[in-house]
Structure formats: C-alpha cells, structure tokens
C-alpha cells in the first residue's frame, strides 16, 4: 500500500516571503502521479499543482512549483510570492497510474500554513 | 466548471439513526469517491464507483455503505450511526481515463453523531 507522509503540521511565513511544504511518499509502482491540494477554511478543496511520475520537468502553475525528486520520493511544494489567501490546509496525494483513473487519492494528514501580514 | 454538491453542510444524529449523504456532480463524470476527513489523519477513502451501480471499497468501509442508482448521484450510507463516525465528509468526482486528471471536491457535510 502507498503512503504519503507530510512531516510539517503547520507552517508560518511572512507576506511576500518563499515558503517550502514537504512530502515524501512510498510507492512500488513506477506510473503514478503525485497533486497537492488545497483547502481553505470553510471552502472546498481545489487542485494546485500536479505532477506525472514519468516527467522529469517540474511542474509550475504561476506561484507554484514543486520539487519532484523521484528516486528520492519527494515531491516538495514552493509558493513564491505568499499572499494573504494563500492561507490553507495544503494536502499532498498520490494515485496509481495503473488503473484507469478509478483510483482514490492516498492523502497526506496536511499542513495548515499561515500567512503572516 | 465542474460542481459537486453535498446536500448538507451541517448534519447532527443520534446514534443508530440511518444516515444518507448525498453527492451530486454535473460534468458527466464517471468516477464518484467518498472520503472522510478527520483531524490529524488528513482524507481517508471510504468508497468509490466507476460506474452505475458499481462500487468499490475503499480503505475504511467498515459501517457504511453506498448507492449510485444514477450516473450523477453517489449516496453514502450510515447504516447505524456511531459516534465514531463523527467526522467531515467530502465527496469527489472525476473523469475516467489515464492520466493526471483532477478529482473535483464538495463543500463537505459535517456529521456530527450524539
């Protein structure tokens, strides 16, 4: 079975500043694809950034980009530029390539990041 | 753009009451999952369907049960509410073919058991 494990249960960073959310994974398969997720309080949970175990490039989405280290199995999140809406619970999740897309999402338990002003 | 709703934000039972959630998607998706949300333990797979009428197991079905009697609609069941059961629920849906697609998520339905 997979695993996602984030080692930061809540992380804090000024305004403007570059912050780091860690994710590790343990996983056999060689086709998978790994997300994070964000869940800003009392909204629903929407897709940040996604990465497909086979591309070596690292995914960007504007202020996103991640770290993916695949021998190392991790996939860190970068958010340059911290806005006050940044602030979330941040979920990293892993799913199975073999299947046809049926697969759930293994979770990591989260990171609650503070935006401080 | 995709909506998945839940047909309740908040939820109090009492225990042994049967429970339903409901989810509904509108973008024609195959694939319906539910989780569970808890503090600490991030999201857990409770079920999924792939199609009407076809579910699976997840990673904690114990004491639930699911419904998908239309492509649109996916029903969590709490057969006899516990208070352990007492958690958030989000429901997801998602298209069905390989790749990195997105599972779209509801608001979420706060069930609390007393």
């Known amino acids: 079975a997979q695993t996602v494990t984030q080692s930061q249960p809540e992380m804090s960073v000024q305004e403007a500043e570059t912050v780091t959310l860690s994710c590790t994974y343990d996983t056999s398969e060689s086709d998978y694809y790994l997300f994070w997720y964000k869940q800003p309080p009392s909204r629903q949970m929407i897709l940040v950034i996604r990465?497909?175990?086979?591309?070596?490039q690292n995914a960007t989405e504007n202020r996103f980009s991640v770290n993916f280290q695949k021998a190392a199995k991790s996939f860190s999140l970068k958010i340059s530029d911290s806005q006050l809406g940044d602030a979330a619970m941040y979920f990293c999740a892993y799913r199975s390539g073999l299947g046809g897309g049926a697969d759930g999402l293994t979770f990591g338990k989260g990171t609650h990041l503070i935006i401080q002003p | 753009d995709v909506k998945v709703t839940q047909s309740s934000r908040y939820l109090v039972k009492r225990t042994g009451e049967k429970v339903f959630l409901e989810c509904v998607q509108d973008m024609d998706h195959e694939n319906m999952f539910w989780y569970r949300q808890d503090p600490g333990l991030g999201l857990r797979l409770i079920y999924f369907s792939y199609d009407v009428k076809m579910k699976e197991k997840g990673d904690i079905p114990e004491g639930y049960s699911v419904s998908r009697e239309k492509k649109e609609r996916f029903s969590l069941i709490l057969e006899s509410a516990s208070t352990n059961q007492t958690s958030m629920y989000l429901c997801?849906?998602?298209?069905?073919?390989?790749?990195?697609?997105?599972?779209?998520f509801g608001p979420g339905t706060r069930l609390t058991v007393t």
């Open positions: 997801a849906s998602s298209l069905d073919y390989r790749g990195p697609h997105e599972q779209y």
């Open positions: 990465q497909e175990a086979y591309k070596q």
